[in-house]
Structures are given as structure tokens and as C-alpha cells.
């Protein structure tokens, strides 16, 4: 069974910082490109940064330079460092584990920033 789960979200003032974890199971960690993705409310859910199993980031380019997405394929988790936090930051995160024709989606955790 595949289990992905995030934690860490919260609500927190506008230019603070939270970081978000996804610990993953029942899949080939180290083989998978993780990504976050983020929903607001009334809002289609977005692509937010992505890391392959190699290391390569890429990131959406509101959140470049303000997010930091890493790994620890020992841990098999993923985490979203998120900095100088805006109020349009505000969504529920999502993990994502894909590869090839695989894809698998967390939960979600809630991050809140307030103005």
C-alpha cells in the first residue's frame, strides 16, 4: 500500500516561514520525482516544485527564491521550505510521487498566511 502524508502545515503571519514534510511508504523512494502541488479555495490545484530522484529542482517562478524543496531518500521524505511567506501562499498542499505511468497524491496539509 502506498501511503503518502504531509504534515506541517499551519497558519502564519506574512513573511514568516513553515516547512512542510511528506513522508512516503510502499514505494521505491529514491526511483520517484516528488513534487508539491497547492490548492486555494475556488482555485485549480497547481504544480509548485518538484525534485527528481537525482537531486534536480525546479520550482514555479512565484515561489522561486522564497521555496526550497529537498529530499532525504534514506527517510523516503520530502520537504517544502517555505520562506518570506505572502498571503497568496495560502492553500492546501499536496505531495506527489510520480513515475512513469505511477502517480501518487497525499492528503494535503493546510497552510494559512495571514496578512
Known amino acids: 500500500q502506498v501511503l503518502l502524508v504531509e504534515s506541517g502545515g499551519g497558519l502564519v503571519q506574512a513573511g514568516g516561514s513553515l516547512r512542510l514534510s511528506c513522508a512516503a511508504s510502499?514505494?521505491?523512494?529514491?526511483?520517484?520525482?516528488m513534487a508539491w502541488y497547492r490548492q486555494a479555495p475556488g482555485k485549480q490545484r497547481e504544480w509548485v516544485a518538484a525534485?527528481?530522484?537525482?537531486?534536480?529542482?525546479n520550482y514555479k517562478d512565484s515561489v522561486k527564491g522564497r521555496f526550497t524543496i529537498s529530499r532525504d531518500n534514506a527517510e523516503k521524505t520530502v520537504y517544502l521550505q517555505m520562506d518570506s511567506l505572502k498571503p497568496e501562499d495560502t492553500a492546501v498542499y499536496y505531495c506527489?510521487?510520480?513515475?512513469?505511468?505511477?502517480?501518487?497524491w497525499g492528503q494535503g496539509t493546510q497552510l494559512t498566511v495571514s496578512s
Open positions: 506527489n510521487a510520480a513515475l512513469g505511468g505511477s502517480d501518487f
Open positions: 510502499g514505494i521505491a523512494f529514491r526511483l520517484y520525482t
Open positions: 525534485i527528481t530522484g537525482g537531486g534536480t529542482t
